[in-house]
Structures are given as structure tokens and as C-alpha cells.
């Protein structure tokens, strides 16, 4: 465990390097297609405005969250399956939400630490409710965001001030995007292998 001065010096490594890492898979190894330029695009964004924020009613915002959420909703509205999509954000709000806020009363039941609970419980409900990646990914970030957006509100409401978007939700953004791509590949490599191993041993029958 890293103590806690430590532990604020890595704070944003994660997405940082996580994100031009993503950076260059978007932009040289996927198809050229719009979704790659909006992608592409978003992800730079979110780069470039990690550290800066802008104060609305003495509440600090990221720019980076700003761009984010802004883009996952946008995209969220030209799917066809929007409402459900929306359902799916709303639970990943709450439950993003009520641990935040259950690790402010009671830290002591936290084994895990929330930059990696977070994302793994949030994870593990977009797989089970939604098959395709693209719509895992803006509905988990929709999600996400509009959760830390909740939970700041209500630390605010107490007069907790705490900016909305910083660094440590970056670093649990990023990491719930890594959980839905691994999988994303993992069911690929899966696909791929029962599909040859079902062609493979076809031609052995015909023999």
C-alpha cells in the first residue's frame, strides 16, 4: 500500500499513459471510420484538459470531464437503443454514487481499494447488460461521469467543496475503460478460436 503522500504523486499516471496508449491504437490499428476520428478526437481532448479547470459558482470542473460527458452523451443519442442505454448509465451512477459515499462513512469495510472497485463493479454490469463494446464504452463513461457528478453535488450540499473531475477519477475513468476493452479482446480471441477449432475439425470429418 502506498501511503498517502505517496500515493498523491501517482495520481493521473494511470490515465495519462493509459490514454495515449489508446491514443495510438484508436488512431493507427482501427478501421478509418468516423467513430475513429470522434474517438480519436474526444481522447485528446480529454488529454489536453486534464488540468485545467473552470469554476462555475465557486464549483471547480474539469475540462476534461466537460469533454467527456458532453461527447458520451452526444453519442449516447444516435443509438437506437438510447433508453435503455440510459437505464444502464443511470444504474452506474447510482451504485458509482453510494460507494463513494459508503466509503465516506465507513471506510473501514473498503478492502479494496475504490480506484479499482469502482471500475470492476461498474464493469461487471455494463458486460452483463450491454453485448456491444462501442455502446459498453459511451454508456460507461455517461455513467461514470454523471455519477462523479452526483456525488460532488452532494459533498457540495454539505459544503465540501471538491473539484468535479480531477485526477483520481480520471485514474478510475481510464481503468473501467481498460476492464471493457480486455474483455472486448479476451471474447475476440474467444470468437476466433472456436471458430477455427469448429472449421479444423469439420475438415477432419470430410476426410
Known sequence: MLREGEEVLFVGYIFFWMSWIFWVIITFFMDKTRRRTHLAILLLMAIAGANT???????????????????????????QKWKHYMFVSITIMIGYTAILLWEKISPIWMIIPE??????????IIIVLI????????????GICAGELLHKLILSSYHLQQPIGDLRF?????????????NDLMQRISM???????????KKRLQ
Do not use: N
Not at 456491444?132 to 455517461?142: A, I, N
Open 53 to 79: 479547470y473552470i469554476s462555475i459558482k465557486q464549483q471547480q470542473i474539469s475540462l476534461s470531464f466537460l469533454f467527456i460527458i458532453g461527447g458520451a452523451f452526444l453519442m449516447h443519442g444516435k443509438s
Open 115 to 124: 480506484y479499482l472497485l469502482i471500475p470492476f463493479m461498474c464493469g461487471m
Open 131 to 142: 453485448k456491444d463494446f462501442y455502446q459498453r464504452l459511451m454508456t460507461g463513461l455517461l
Open 170 to 182: 480520471l485514474d478510475q475513468l481510464i481503468i473501467l475503460v481498460i476492464i471493457l476493452y480486455v
Open 192 to 202: 476466433s478460436f472456436v471458430t477455427f477449432a469448429r472449421s479444423y475439425f469439420f
